[in-house]
């Protein structure tokens, strides 16, 4: 069953009244199966949040319509409303209610109550009897965005839109929501924007990349996307000094450079093996290397160079 | 519609326990209002003594008080209800209550009815007693329902005026002074400070055409002489045909306004300024 169908989606902002019109997003179309979990990347900016907005009806495509279950953003937007959910950490719940009465105010206005997933999910971040008596203001940033969850998980919506939530988080609440999520797999339909690639690879089976244009590049299964990468491995090699920079671009190997890290990609077991010799003799240049599978973030990064 | 009064009612109670949260704000409302019973009653003393160009049986203390009474509550709805986007924005909370289906319609009423209970309530508490000292309570029982639907009447046009400077809001974001011009060019054209029939004939036309001051006239009527008076030049020829002008306009007025809010706010949710940011 279809989740989301997009359909030639383009979404312009103004920068001002009379101001000149600037593209967010530009003729995207996909399509999203229920349960799927859909990872949207692409560079800073690039209409990542506008996409997440719009399917969450927020804002309306300006061309094109999204249909969530069938259902028209753009017709039927409280509909949408309805079972969509749009987590990020700039929206906010009012810091001058307590816990309690910011849930009270959302189990009334979706008409539910609280469930016991909702109640130990918040027990996850330490919420309990005690803190819901406390103001918003008294709770930490964990505890907030842990709020903000339980409180999108009130209406149990059926898609789940999470804009940089991961990145964000502590580490020890990072795969506490990891896992509630992973819970979740059977119930919802995510679609991710991060800059945690690591909980995007772990989470999500499916990737959408747009450009710098609001353009779709590609879409498409992790699975599918390996397949079509030419490299099957990456090598992390962390420099004591620069100069070796140059030796190690010699070795032939495709290479990419963050200051003092370098990341050779290989295709090959063998090819491993013929580096490993080959950069264990400039030993006394390289502090450490680790050799690890592709994961999305290569992926994401050669697509977008490509 | 039961899934929309629900969401109203709990933003009621959103906004009320909201405006207890904030004690001083709330204590320092109450000296305001308490200031404009007290400033505009001397205000009508003064003029009382000076000698005046009022119906039979009204004086300037009566007439200056009855008019804040009514005045107070309906403009602070205004005030708050005008300034609630801003403050849902100012706070982050506005797109979080957008995506939950709590529309911008949703909490303008949400927001008016809670400003009514509050400022009901302080105006009451200040206004009564000072309407009483002052001989200015004298409402025939049976006229009950007529000072109900003058207040409605008005209240429901000053919500309209709400949404119509919402949706100038949604467009523009900021309107500077626009809010508080309005309401102050408003207690002329209503005849607060003057009775409207004092007024230039040429402008009567407008002025009588307005809900707010037939509510008004309707009002100081039967809390000072007991009754409404047959007819008033400049206002309503008669009594009929005034609550007739004061539903029908107020009714009509709101419906537009809320009209055009609705379109605007889908207008914003296509031009992103939605969430006012």
Known sequence: MEAIIAENVTKKFKSSILGKKITALKNVSFQL??????????????????????????????????????????????EVRKITYYITPQIQLNKKLTVKENLKYFT?????????????????????????????????????ITLKLAIGLIKKPRILLMDNIFSSLEPKIKETFTETIEKLREE??????????????????????????????????VEQLLKNYPYKYDVEVTLKNSSIKEKIR????????????????I???????????????????????????????????????? | MYEKIRVIFATIERYIRLDLKYKFQFLIDSLIIAGNFLGFGIMGFYLQARGSTLPPEYTFEKFMLVGTYFWTMLTKIYDDCTKVLMEEANRGTLTLLIENNVTIPVILIGRAIASTLKYGLIASIFGIPALYLIDALKMNFKYLPLALLSFTCSWLFIIGLS???????????????????????????????????????????????????????????????????????????????????????????????????????????????????
């Open chain 2, 163 to 277: 949404a119509l400077l919402l949706s100038i809001i949604l467009i523009f974001k900021r309107v500077g002074m626009l809010t508080v011009s309005i309401m102050e060019i408003l207690m002329f054209a209503i005849g607060f400070y003057f009775p409207v029939e004092l007024l230039p004939k040429e402008i009567w036309p407008i002025l009588g055409a307005i809900p707010f001051t037939i509510g008004l006239q309707f009002f100081r009527d039967l809390m000072i002489i007991g009754e409404p008076r047959p007819m008033i030049n400049g206002v309503y020829s008669s009594i009929n045909m005034g609550i007739m002008k004061m539903f029908i306009g107020s009714l009509v007025f709101s419906m537009i306004t809320f009209t055009l809010m609705y379109i605007i706010m889908k207008k914003a949710q296509r031009w992103g300024t939605i969430e006012q940011y």
């Open chain 1, 267 to 306: 295709k090959s077991e063998n090819e491993i093996l013929e580096l490993t010799s080959k950069l264990l003799k400039m030993k006394e240049h390289i502090l450490k290397f680790e050799i690890s599978g592709i994961d999305m973030e290569d992926i994401y990064y050669w697509i977008i160079n490509k």
């Open chain 1, 188 to 221: 919802i339909t995510l679609i991710m924007v991060d800059q945690d690639m690591e909980t995007l690879s772990k989470l999500c089976r499916k990737t959408l990349i747009l450009n710098h244009r609001g353009e779709m590049i590609m879409m498409g299964s």
């Open chain 1, 250 to 265: 010699r070795l032939g190997y495709p290479t990419q450079t963050i200051g003092d890290l370098m990341r050779i990609y």
């Open chain 1, 108 to 144: 009334k206005v979706a008409g539910r109550e609280l469930t016991e997933e909702i109640i130990q999910l918040l027990e996850t971040a330490e919420i309990n009897d005690e803190v819901m008596d406390k103001r918003l203001e008294t709770l930490s940033e964990t505890q907030t």
């Open chain 1, 33 to 78: 199966d229920e349960h799927e979990h859909l990872a949207v990347m692409g560079p800073s900016p690039s209409g990542k949040t506008t996409l997440l907005k719009t399917i969450a009806g927020i804002y309306l495509p300006d061309e094109g319509d999204i249909r969530v279950y069938g259902k028209s953003v753009r017709r039927k937007t409280e």
